[in-house]
């Protein structure tokens, strides 16, 4: 049975708005109209949050005032102790509200590093009960969690040694991804040296990280958010996105919501990138190291779709979709979410 979506369609890798329609059929998009049509919706590739720390949601706004390893750095940062002291069914409960949010606001996926061990990985598998949302889990604190998830997430290479974990990645085939830079510069080279799948944070490059993102084509993933609310500063993400793929996270729910939107605004107003890279940097880059096929709204991609009320008190009279997604946009103005 086809679904047909209508209203501005943002299309293809440049989001270049359309009037129209997406017909979908079993899960894909079959085909994507130019048409006359007197919605006022706007459709757009349903988001993937690149990073995230989901089990954290049994803490939100705690530790106000903290520095960054006084709420997070491990085994005795404050999220660390809060989610020892925390039971199983609180955890569980707490993390299936954060996601049951991100779905409903419009995320089709997210990378997610997970405390905890196998254990955690079996927690979010629970969390995930009857939802849509994709997850994809970076286990951590052993090669057992890495093998019960979809990689491999390492705190930071300041934190531990971690060559033998990234060579059980690399033997079962599975990706692993690193914490890097948020602090000072003094972690780049060491984490770069592991062949990582992606860096997160990068706030403190120098030219010789940039020089060698670029040449290896290492992606990176900011959560500009999480960086100010950690004072450790802004990453240089117009220098990132002229180098490699920059894809966007919302990291500790802890510290921010996991909205997409709020990120989106932010990076927007904070950067100096257009709202086209933004939004590519929310949906299609974190597909991509997801890897997923979705992100983008093209005929034969997996139809994970966001819909938006363009006639909202918020949204109506935008003179620019894209920059109105990204800048002014907010879970009221969700209308439907295909995934």
Known sequence: MATTLEGTILRGESFDPIEG??????GEIAAVEA??????DIVLPAFVNAHTHIGDSIAKEAGGGLSLDELVAPPDGLK????RQASREEKVDAMARSLRFMEESGTAAFLEFREGGVQGVDAIWDALADRR?????????????MHAADGFGASGARDSEFSDLRAACREAGKPFAIHAGERDPHDLTPAMDLDPAFLIHVVHPRDEHL????DEQLPVVVCPRSNLVTDVGVAPIRELVERTTVALGTDNVM???PSMFREMEFAAKLADVSATEVLRMATHNGAELAGKEYGLIEAG??????TLDGDSDNL???????RAVVRRAGESDVKDVTL
Do not use: M, Q, Y
């Open 316 to 322: 109506a009279g935008a003179e620019d979709p894209v």
């Open 211 to 214: 020089d060698r993102i670029e």
């Open 301 to 306: 991609r997996p139809a994970k779709l966001l």
């Open 255 to 257: 510290l921010n919501s």
């Open 35 to 40: 048409a006359r049509t007197d919605s006022t």
């Open 21 to 26: 329609r997406v017909i979908v059929e079993d």
């Open 133 to 145: 949302i994709d997850p994809v889990i970076f286990g951590r604190e052993s090669a057992e969690a």
């Open 80 to 83: 660390h102790r809060l989610l």
